[in-house]
């Protein structure tokens, strides 16, 4: 079942690498530096970003470890295509990472551990690849507010009759988005001095902005792509003018993330 996930997982992002490399980026971009800001690495050598997609956390992890070697690893090798070429750029599972044991003076996960169908397994992974003393950073999603752009989009392609999302992509999230359960798993994974808030999320697309990025990036995504041609034209034609009736805020994406930070 794990192969399972991962193998959707890489096929998802795979196929969505040039549609990610833009604004949704650089909105997570935002958490992954300011969760980044809470470890101190001015004495790193050697720094990696799992899940580092189009690397648009890399250069700040530069400016944070002057000193230290910056990696970027991703499951994906089209995203790792996107990311800047000066940098250390290597495929790889967060599950089964491809660094030597006590390696890595630091390991920053944004928007990653959600992803893993084991996550214990890529936790006892961190640990092993860091150095004793080593820092551990994470961003998660928690709680959503709601999202009356969002509620349209679903309720327009029920009632076309689009396939069930074949691709399932948060089997962790009821673990990396309540911050006891989050807490627990660290800690049983041997992680000390644990420490996770909750912060608030927020993005503000235009209409076009939300249309565009709904139809290539999530489930929903996936779901219309299923639809026959005509239907999926038609779907597509429905929910644009029915969102066209929505007001500037009901775009609005907004809720909570979790930043954790560990050694």
């Given at each position: ?29 935002v958490?992954a530096?300011a ?9 790193a050598?050697?720094?990696a970003?799992?899940?580092?997609g ?16 910056i990696i970027?690893?991703d ?6 295509r996107?990311?800047p070429?000066?940098?250390g750029r ?17 390991i ?7 992803h ?7 936790l006892?992974?961190v640990r ?9 950073a994470?961003?998660?999603?928690s ?14 392609i029920d ?14 999230n ?14 049983q ?13 927020r ?5 076009a902005?939300?249309?565009?990025h ?17 239907r ?16 500037p805020?009901?775009f ?12």
């Amino acid at each position: 079942m794990t192969q399972l996930f991962t193998a959707a997982i890489r096929e998802n992002y795979a196929a969505v690498a040039t549609a990610y490399d833009g604004p949704w980026a650089d909105v997570l971009a935002v958490h992954a530096r300011a969760v980044a800001d809470r470890l101190d690495l001015t004495q790193a050598r050697r720094v990696a970003e799992i899940g580092c997609g189009p690397g648009r956390l890399l250069s700040h992890l530069e400016q944070l470890a002057p000193q230290a070697e910056i990696i970027g690893a991703d499951l994906t090798e089209a995203m790792l295509r996107k990311a800047p070429a000066r940098f250390g750029r290597v495929v790889g599972d967060a599950q089964a990472l491809p660094f030597a044991e006590d390696s890595l003076d630091a390991i920053v996960m944004p928007f990653v551990l959600f992803h893993l169908p084991d996550l214990p397994s890529a936790l006892s992974e961190v640990r092993r690849a860091l150095v004793p003393g080593g820092s551990f950073a994470a961003v998660t999603w928690s709680g959503h507010d709601p999202h009356p752009a969002y509620e349209v989009w679903v309720r327009v392609i029920d009632e076309y009759d689009a396939p069930p999302d074949p691709s399932p992509q948060m089997p962790s999230n009821a673990v990396t988005s309540d911050p006891g359960n989050l807490e627990t798993a660290l800690r049983q994974a041997q992680f000390d001095r644990v420490e996770i808030t909750i912060e608030r999320f927020r993005h503000q697309p235009t209409a076009a902005e939300f249309l565009a990025h709904s139809q290539v990036i999530g489930s929903m995504a996936r779901r219309i792509a299923l639809l026959p041609a005509d239907r999926r034209q038609e779907c597509l034609a429905t929910a644009e003018r029915e969102l066209a009736g929505l007001g500037p805020e009901d775009f609005t994406e907004s809720g909570t993330v979790l930043y954790t930070t560990a050694s």
